[in-house]
């Protein structure tokens, strides 16, 4: 097969990749939504996909000294190297519908959207920059949870970043979570849920345990789809599930609407 072709990985079809690059990483047969970069989404959701970033200087600096196969320092090495990323969020200002917007956009690709300590921070400045600014904030999660790497440091993140929110609504600036493929750990039980509203992409894995874990402390079997996006709505735990092609708009609407701007 040449290069111009892959396969789905959800219904095995084979397709021309630039039909799935044309319909923003979703594929076109059975509408399955590709994990995209935090560039990407950056650039999707923006005015002509133009933004500025911020907080582009902050490094973790491996306090604990921790190792497990690898050192930790040398793994993020690697990912820097990898993904030219500094860590797995990326802080950016930019317009959505002439309105100014900042964006955190988390990337799966640098430790598996692991919310270590330059995380929690990069967020909970995104978050205070809104409410200097009086600027509102989306979020894009996608996460595998709190950065093991990092101990008791990354789950201070939680509380660090749920204070922020808190900041946040009492002085009424608008907070959307959008909640992609997979989010889960302490990056769900922490600000993806916080927010105004909390939209996800279709068939995102959405939990805080992983179904096995859950499964076996329960002793029950888990229902079909348990854990996804859909699942989620059904259940009152979401308050929209969004096709990324119909995300812009439907963001630019929902702020428009906590912004009060008539249509
Ligand atoms: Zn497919």
């Not at 989010?183 to 179904?211: Q, V």
């Amino acid at each position: 097969m040449d290069s111009r072709w892959t396969r789905c990985n959800n219904c095995r079809r084979i397709l021309y990749k630039q039909d799935i690059l044309d319909n923003l990483y979703v594929c076109p047969a059975c509408n399955f939504h590709f994990r995209i970069s935090a560039r990407e989404r950056l650039e999707l959701l923006y005015d002509n996909g133009e933004y500025e970033l911020y907080d582009e200087d902050i490094y973790s600096t491996d306090p604990l000294g921790f190792k497990d196969s690898k050192k930790y320092s040398s793994r993020l090495e690697e990912h820097r190297k990898k993904t030219s990323l500094q860590d797995a969020v990326l802080n950016a200002m930019g317009f959505m519908g002439g309105m100014k917007v900042l964006i955190s956009a988390m990337d799966f690709s640098f430790m598996g959207g692991s919310m270590g300590s330059v995380v929690g921070e990069k967020i909970t400045r995104a978050f205070e920059r809104a409410l200097s600014e009086k600027t509102p904030i989306i979020v894009v999660s996608c996460s595998g949870g709190a950065r093991m790497q990092e101990g008791i440091l990354s789950l201070m993140q939680m509380m660090k970043t749920s204070a922020a929110i808190g900041r946040l609504e009492e002085a009424g600036i608008p907070f959307i979570s959008v909640i992609t493929d997979p989010t889960t750990g302490g990056t769900t039980a922490s600000y993806a849920m916080l927010g105004d509203i909390n939209i996800a992409e279709p068939n995102a894995l959405i939990g805080f345990a992983g179904p096995r874990v859950i499964e076996q402390t329960i002793k029950e079997k888990l229902p079909k789809g348990f854990q996804r996006s859909e699942f989620l709505l059904e259940h009152g735990m979401l308050d929209e599930v969004v096709e990324r092609k119909h995300l812009r708009s439907y963001l630019i609407c929902a702020l428009r609407l906590f912004l009060n701007l008539h249509p």
